[in-house]
């Protein structure tokens, strides 16, 4: 059996997946792979698995499937699997620098820093204390989100229309009621039909003058020309994100010459700790494919 790893994963998971059949990084081999591993950066498009001719089991490492062509994989007979447990520390934890950093103006202050610029009085910081925060889905990140934005004294309110209960945080029954109450937004949605462009003009209009927006979910969750515009008027103070419309971005992307943004190349689930949680899971599924132990 032949495991084709596509994508960044933990260096030691080659050697860890040796039990289980020949491992390659050779992406060339895709052809007379059994199984493969992506993460985000490889587009299973059709057309990928036209040519992934012996393909049985797709293993997603992390969460969101929305690189992967779903009815493709089914109609070549592919099981398409994801570790869907692994990250959600790691998002959480970069959601939470992304708020800590963005009223504490870090990026300005180190920036003037280095130029000589020692701003002391003109940068003014806010708190996070007292504040409200918004989360938009309430699965496993948004959780992690809200129990840390909880520890830092915030009010954290959540619209899921799929969840009914949560001990975390408050759940309201729409972006309606949701935006105009919360100082941050924090995105937690998968990219679907239903969440793809949901910020935009309109619902940007219900937003609190000067509101913080986070994203940390998929860049196509927000229409991004929309986003550039609030932070040019001000309607928002700072947009945080690790996920755009195309990666990498264009460099006609109107978020690079946007003001007060704070801008990561997708790296949410890129924590040491975590690799090492999604390599746990994939020998896991491994374990269960071959009926081998590791
Ligand atoms: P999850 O499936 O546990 O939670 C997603 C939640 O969104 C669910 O509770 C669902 O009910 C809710 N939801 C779906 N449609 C909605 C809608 N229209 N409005 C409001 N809520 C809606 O997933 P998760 O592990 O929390 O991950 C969330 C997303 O984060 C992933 O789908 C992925 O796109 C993104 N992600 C990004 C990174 C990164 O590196 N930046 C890493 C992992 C995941």
Request: hydrophobic content about 45%.
């Amino acid at each position: 059996m032949l495991i084709l790893i596509c994508d960044a994963f933990d260096p030691t998971l080659p050697e860890k997946l040796r039990v289980f059949g020949e491992v390659t990084e050779d992406a060339s081999r895709l052809p007379e792979a059994e199984v493969a591993l992506v993460r985000s950066k490889t587009k299973c498009t059709a057309e990928w698995f036209a040519q992934a001719r012996k393909l049985k089991l797709l293993i997603r490492g992390g969460v969101g499937m929305d690189n992967i062509d779903l009815e493709a994989a089914k109609a070549r007979g592919v099981k398409a699997v994801n570790t869907p447990q692994a990250s959600a520390v790691a998002v959480a934890e970069l959601t939470m620098a992304f708020m800590l950093a963005l009223p504490n103006r870090l990026v300005e202050a180190h920036n003037a820093m280095k130029e000589g610029k020692f701003l002391k009085k003109e940068l003014k910081r806010t708190e996070l204390a007292g504040k409200t925060l918004g989360l938009i889905g309430i699965g496993n990140i948004g959780r992690e989100v809200a129990v840390r934005a909880r520890a830092f004294g915030m009010r954290v309110l959540a619209y899921d229309p799929y969840v009914k209960q949560s001990d975390c945080a408050i759940l309201v029954a729409g972006l309606k009621e949701l935006l105009p109450q919360a100082d941050y937004v924090s995105l937690h949605v998968p990219l679907t039909e239903e969440t793809k462009g949901l910020i935009n003009r309109q619902t940007l209009a219900l937003f609190k003058d000067g509101a913080y927006l986070i994203n940390t979910g998929r860049g196509k969750c927000v229409v991004e020309e929309d986003v550039a515009e609030a932070l040019r008027t001000g309607k928002l103070s700072g947009y945080a994100t690790d996920v755009y419309s195309s990666e990498p971005p264009e460099p006609e992307n109107p978020l690079l010459a946007a003001p007060n943004t704070l801008l990561t190349p997708h790296i949410g689930a890129s924590s040491k700790e975590n690799l090492l949680r999604i390599g746990e899971e994939v020998v896991k599924i491994l374990e269960e494919y071959t009926g081998k132990r590791a």
